[in-house]
């Protein structure tokens, strides 16, 4: 008979956009408040499915797969495994509770709407067999207890946002790599799909080595570290391809948008590099979207859905003719240089420098005149980095904004015109 001291709980880490070991409080509480844990990742079919929530491209897949895999050969280095199940968590949760005993369910929560329906709808098949959904906030710099201000009373423009985080607020350490685990004991720790499995044997065509990254914490850490580099040769590598004016691109977001970075542990390692090398332009960049991203989020969590409502789309006359040029910008067939060579980019490498989003935006809401919705639901299944909240927010901000007028978080759309060449309109 067991001790009353001793643990008896067993935990099912239920890994989501947090596929690392560092910096990860969700799993290093479920190791500490557990006899044993089974950490699990579901591959969503809605992610791959034509008339499902996401649609996800090939090069965000294959992205995806080998995060996965990486965070799998992780768990097997510290003697266990990731359990790799293709259905909808909703589905599943339930059932594997009961087959493995389980008491307690840890996940992080999101903020964007599809996402916190699945949290939703699995948190009322917990309840109805009495067992618990803890909700982790694992994605942000600051969590939301840390800020100087409740959620409510979250600045809605940026520039008082960050300010006042960055002089009230702290960022707190990372959390320590788990060095030890006791995972449950699992016959079946199935495979990792195909993508003839995850597209329904129907996998777009597409050259999946086009981006030139590699998925999984590990890679992630090492781009980081090269990156912080005073040599680097990445900002001009990535400078060149998606030919961005800055000169600065860290091509970070992709492993931030899976969690295979922690933002805090990106926070501090620029950090560290300041103290060795001193401050730089890049470093600043970085450290700036940090903040957005948390920016985003918050303004999801404070408002929820009805932050992308408000916005009625700019749309011309003839229908016919708006959708025409719809796909034209889609295929990069605008007959804009800059605009069409940016919309390619995208298709080809799954990726674009925040200042080729924005123009190509800019392009298609403020000259097409078309639905921004549309364009962030684009942008939203071909971009390998796509985060829900950056992704509409950032689409929300260049849609809100009017010629002749600077939003309110600082966007400039006569600037953009200006840059694509194109007289301002009212």
């Known amino acids: 008979m067991s001790s009353p001291l001793m643990k008896s709980n067993r935990i099912l880490v239920w890994f989501r956009n947090d596929l690392r070991l560092h910096d990860n409080e969700m799993l290093v509480e479920a190791i500490a408040k557990s006899e044993a844990i089974l950490p699990v990742y579901f591959f969503d079919p809605r992610h791959f499915d034509e008339t499902g929530f996401h649609r996800s491209s090939v ?11 990486d965070l799998r050969r992780s768990f097997q280095r510290l003697g266990g495994d990731l359990l790799i199940i293709h259905g909808l968590p909703e589905d599943h949760i339930a059932g594997l509770v009961e087959q493995y005993a389980i008491t307690e369910v840890y996940h992080h929560r999101e903020v964007a709407p599809a996402e ?32 100087p201000f409740p959620i409510k009373d979250i600045p809605d423009v940026f520039t ?35 993508l003839d499995e995850l597209y329904g044997s129907v996998v777009p065509e597409h050259d999946v080595q086009a981006a030139g990254l590699s998925g999984g914490e590990q890679e992630g850490l090492k781009h980081l ?26 091509q970070l977001s992709p492993w931030l948008s899976l969690g295979c970075l922690s933002p805090r542990m990106v926070y501090w390692a620029v950090k560290a590099a300041e103290e060795r090398f001193g401050n730089n332009t890049n470093f600043t960049n970085l450290i700036l979207g940090l903040f957005k991203r948390d920016y985003f989020r918050f303004m999801f969590k404070k408002h929820g859905a009805p932050y992308l409502e ?17 796909e034209q ?41 078309y639905d921004w919705m549309k364009g962030a639901a684009h ?23 009017v010629s002749g007028l600077k939003s309110k978080n600082g966007f400039d759309v006569d600037k953009y015109l200006k840059i694509l060449n194109i007289p301002a309109v009212a």
């Open 379 to 401: 942008f939203e299944e071909h971009l390998v980095d796509y985060t829900a909240a950056s992704n509409w927010g950032n689409w929300k901000c260049i849609a809100d904004s």
């Open 310 to 326: 408000g916005t009625t789309p700019v749309m011309g006359k003839d229908d016919a003719l708006l959708d025409a040029s719809f």
């Open 116 to 147: 916190t329906r699945v949290s939703a709808n699995v948190e009322d098949r917990l309840w109805k067999i009495e067992v618990n959904l803890k909700h982790f906030i694992g994605h942000t710099l600051y969590n939301k207890e840390d800020l």
């Open 59 to 69: 090069l965000r897949t294959k992205f995806l797969l080998e995060s996965v895999a």
């Open 225 to 250: 570290d090269d990156l912080l580099r005073p040599d680097s040769s990445i900002y001009i590598k990535v400078s060149a391809r998606n030919a961005d004016p800055s000169g600065y691109i860290s």
């Open 160 to 194: 008082q946002f960050r300010k006042k985080t960055e002089r009230d607020a702290i960022v707190k350490a990372c959390f320590d790599i788990p060095l030890e685990i006791n995972f449950v004991s699992s016959e079946e720790w199935g495979s990792l799909p195909s």
């Open 329 to 369: 910008w889609k295929k990069g067939e605008t007959g804009h240089a800059q605009v069409d060579g940016y919309m390619k980019s995208l298709a080809e490498t799954g990726y674009l420098s925040n200042y080729g989003r924005v123009l190509a935006a800019t392009f298609l809401v403020h000259v097409l005149k």
